[in-house]
């Protein structure tokens, strides 16, 4: 069956049997209850079928169907939905649920926050642009270091799989790849009370990467210099420090000690 890859979905599709089959064993699913963002032409659902218990696959482009429907004939624990993943509510899938996907780019972020926001989400194997990854898994002080970076390995422990070419992709795309496992922490490392505080903290510290944490902060918060100068003092920071340069248990003691939300 032919089917056009259509750009506006992010459908670039995988081929390579022996990728896939290192993708679904690394992912470690066996017997477990997985959902698939994007099956596509099915590549790798078919193997995810082969290993997991069962597959929940979300689908948008409907016109995917027929090309669907064959595969899913071959495995009584695959269903596929036509819909748009983000619109899903996962919360209602009462048991533990592993991601694996080759997600569409064009709302990798989306997608990460909300596999992070969910709680029965345990962990998430994704192929991603491997600009992304580098930026995900950055060092303080690096150039790619962000607010997502910490955020992410706030909530999870993550590395990387593996890189993968663009040429392995049908049709090739503009950028190299690769895939990153996250594996959610069990237990906060903040009370789940300040965890939005903690969000807020990162999210305002990055706005401006420039400005130092002390403006950024009186911003967002518009609570007076002096007084967040003190508290960096305080806590043995520089008054100068930017956000770059704090490592994500420096944003958690911060967090633990802001008296100001
Ligand atoms: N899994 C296939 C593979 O590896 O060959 C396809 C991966 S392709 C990069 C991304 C897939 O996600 C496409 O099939 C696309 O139609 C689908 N997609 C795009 N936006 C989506 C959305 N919001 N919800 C569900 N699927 C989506």
Known sequence: MNHQAKKR???NFLRDKNLLKKIVRESDIEDKHVVEVGPG?????????????DVIA?????????????IKNEHQNLTILYQDFLETDLSLYDKELHVVANVPYYITTPILFKLLETPNVKTASLMIQKEVCDRLLAT???????ALSIILQYYAQVNKMMDVKRHMFMPVP????????????????IEKHKEALFLKLVKE??????KTLVNNWYEAFNVPKHEIEAF???????PNIRAEALTKEDFILLTKEWKND
């Open 9 to 11: 979905y992010g459908q």
């Open 41 to 53: 032409q099915g590549a790798l659902t078919t193997f995810l079928a082969l290993s997991a218990k």
């Open 58 to 70: 979300f689908e948008i482009d409907e016109s995917l169907k027929p090309i669907l429907d064959e």
């Open 140 to 146: 303080p002080n690096s150039k790619q270091y962000n």
């Open 174 to 189: 503009n950028v190299d790849s690769a895939v990153i496992r996250i594996v959610k922490r069990e237990q906060p490392l």
């Open 205 to 210: 510290a990055f706005r401006q990467k420039r």
């Open 232 to 238: 960096l003092i305080k806590f043995g920071y520089s």
